[in-house]
T-cell receptor, first 110, second 117 residues
Framework: QKEVEQNSGPLSVPEGAIASLNCTYSDRGSQSFFWYRQYSGKSPELIMFIYSNGDKEDGRFTAQLNKASQYVSLLIRDSQPSDSATYLCAVITNAGKSTFGDGTTLTVKP | GAVVSQHPSRVICKSGTSVKIECRSLDFQATTMFWYRQFPKKSLMLMATSNEGSKATYEQGVEKDKFLINHASLTLSTLTVTSAHPEDSSFYIC?????????????FGDGTRLSIL
């Protein structure tokens, strides 16, 4: 079992729709959770982080964390073609290890 | 804030050459730096983790003598690919995490595209 699992996709949504990206993790004691966006040929960039259960909103992005179920999700409202990218979920385990998922590729169609 | 500069952005060189890549945190002190490589359309692969003033911790399967990492200061880490060969061609990306907390995010450099002829 991978420490951080994501559906590889591709996930395709029409412009203006809500894109929902999900991530599950295996270490129940994990403390910190991050979402990165990586455009093709570029390095990852941090878009959201969340430490506590519940929702955290930043503009069109909402991160949701449920520690009991060991999943973290990212919602992108009013999706735009420029949101087309690979989204990486990252977790810091209780032991302080940083682990990335393999990423979900999102395509937003005009 | 939290800017990481990686240099050079692209290197093309002959087989057998050693290549040094620099990673600098510009506006924060990076207590921990990470080095990744990534092949086209593949996942990030962690190569090693380094803490300032300590030897790097390499992931399984990564050759320490091939990929030399030096984290000499709180703002600079270098990766040297020694005697590079075509199979070392890849996208190398560094990241840095600052502060005393081990819970914070990693901030990535722009990456170095290495091509060995």
């Amino acid at each position: 079992q991978k420490e951080v699992e994501q559906n590889s996709g591709p996930l395709s949504v029409p412009e203006g729709a809500i894109a929902s990206l999900n991530c599950t993790y295996s270490d129940r004691g994990s403390q910190s959770f991050f979402w990165y966006r990586q455009y093709s040929g570029k390095s990852p960039e941090l878009i959201m982080f969340i430490y506590s259960n519940g929702d955290k909103e930043d503009g069109r992005f909402t991160a949701q964390l449920n520690k009991a179920s060991q999943y973290v999700s990212l919602l992108i409202r009013d999706s735009q073609p420029s949101d087309s990218a690979t989204y990486l979920c990252a977790v810091i385990t209780n032991a302080g290890k940083s682990t990335f998922g393999d990423g979900t590729t999102l395509t937003v169609k005009p | 804030g939290a800017v990481v500069s990686q240099h050079p952005s692209r290197v093309i060189c002959k087989s057998g050459t050693s290549v040094k890549i620099e990673c600098r945190s510009l506006d924060f002190q990076a207590t921990t730096m990470f080095w990744y490589r990534q092949f086209p359309k593949k996942s990030l692969m962690l190569m090693a983790t380094s803490n300032e003033g300590s030897k790097a911790t390499y992931e399984q399967g990564v050759e320490k003598d091939k990929f030399l990492i030096n984290h000499a200061s709180l703002t600079l880490s270098t990766l040297t690919v020694t005697s590079a060969h075509p199979e070392d061609s890849s996208f190398y990306i560094c990241s840095a995490r600052g502060g005393d907390s081990q819970r914070g995010p990693q901030h990535f450099g722009d990456g170095t595209r290495l091509s060995i002829l």
